[in-house]
């Protein structure tokens, strides 16, 4: 008759899935590890087994090769670790009596899809998972067995203890990384937050430009619109003395135009009084010419008279001609 061994055989086993969101199976299986000299594995759905929750079993990783009628019974609890802060991890505890028909046991809605990958939440860092697995076996044995059961069991205590180590020795390798990471994050987020400010910063000096820019863009039309009008003045001006420029030309021309008649007439009456001066002229010689002629005439007379009384004769004959003044 089979009885359980008093003492069960424990071990941990922790599994690093990097690149986790970037796997394209529907399921993903660890690699074996053995407690209590069988072979297991953890078997993981990245989105789900047919749910919106990570899927996370325990598998017997020979189950294919195991005699007809096999049955081994075990204690396990599954953790998915968080990186930034491990009392936040989600471990769930449960126990089965694995057989050919149910050879993976586990927690099909494990954790929600939605806290896994959220990165502020801790789980998935720079898209690793870290997974754990410690599995308590009890091992059933026959009264045949008995004899063999302190060797078989020195020598799963050798392997559980090298698997521990292994284990521990991982363990302080993945905390050394997680500290590395979490100075990284914590570095990067001083970083972050003085390049906020600095943003901040530079947003209120950059308002504060653009406040001003908007004040100088308002003066300058305000100055424009002023020019503008001021050309508009001058424009109107400038037309206004061109206007009075050409009125003062017309008159201008229409002066000289004056002078001109007045010259011309001036002229005219010059010529005039000029004629009239030698017609005046010509009559005077005429009026002296004339006096000369009764002048002359009478004292022809005169002398005829004075000849005819003293001698008594006629002198006419070879008597001068009474004398006429001369044309010229």
């Not at 599994?15 to 299986?29: A, G, M, P, Q």
């Not at 047919?50 to 204690?75: E, F, I, K, T």
């Not at 302190?150 to 292994?166: F, G, I, L, M, Y």
Request: net charge negative.
């Amino acid at each position: 008759m089979n009885q359980p061994v008093k003492d069960p055989l424990s071990s941990r086993f922790t599994w690093r899935i990097e690149n986790f969101s970037r796997l394209n199976t529907v399921k993903h299986y660890s690699e074996i590890f053995i407690v209590g000299g069988y072979k297991w594995r953890v078997l993981i759905f990245p989105k789900g087994n047919n749910v919106d929750h990570l899927s996370l079993y325990l598998d017997v990783a020979d189950s294919g090769s195991l005699p007809y009628g096999w049955s081994r019974y075990a204690q396990f609890s599954l953790v998915v670790i968080n990186q930034i802060h491990t009392k936040y991890s989600v471990r769930k505890d449960t126990q089965h009596q694995f057989n050919a028909r149910e050879s993976d046991w586990g927690f099909t809605s494990f954790m929600p899809l939605g806290e896994l990958y959220d990165p502020n939440r801790g789980y998935l860092v720079n898209d690793t998972l870290i997974v754990e697995a410690e599995v308590n076996f009890h091992r059933a044995v026959d009264n045949s067995e008995t004899a063999n059961a302190a060797d078989n069991q020195q020598v799963e205590d050798s392997e559980t203890a090298k698997a521990a180590e292994a284990t521990k020795s991982r363990t302080e390798v993945i905390m050394s990384s997680l500290s590395a990471e979490v100075a990284l994050c914590s570095s990067k987020l001083a970083e972050a937050e003085a390049k906020l400010k600095s943003y901040e910063s530079s947003e209120v000096d950059h308002n504060s430009r653009v406040e001003s820019l908007e004040a100088e863009l308002i003066k300058k039309q305000a100055e424009n619109e002023a020019l503008k009008n001021q050309a508009i003045a001058s424009e109107q001006k400038a037309s206004s003395s061109e206007q009075k420029a050409l009125f003062l030309e017309a008159e201008l021309i229409r002066n000289e135009a004056e002078n001109e008649v007045s010259k011309n007439q001036a002229i005219a009456s010059e010529q005039k009084a000029s004629r009239s001066e030698q017609k005046a002229l010509l009559l005077a010689r005429m009026i002296l010419k004339r006096d000369k002629y009764s002048k002359d005439l009478s004292d022809a007379a005169s002398k005829l008279i004075e000849d005819s009384s003293g001698s008594g004769e006629s002198k006419d004959q070879g008597a001068d001609p009474l004398p006429f003044p001369s044309s010229s």
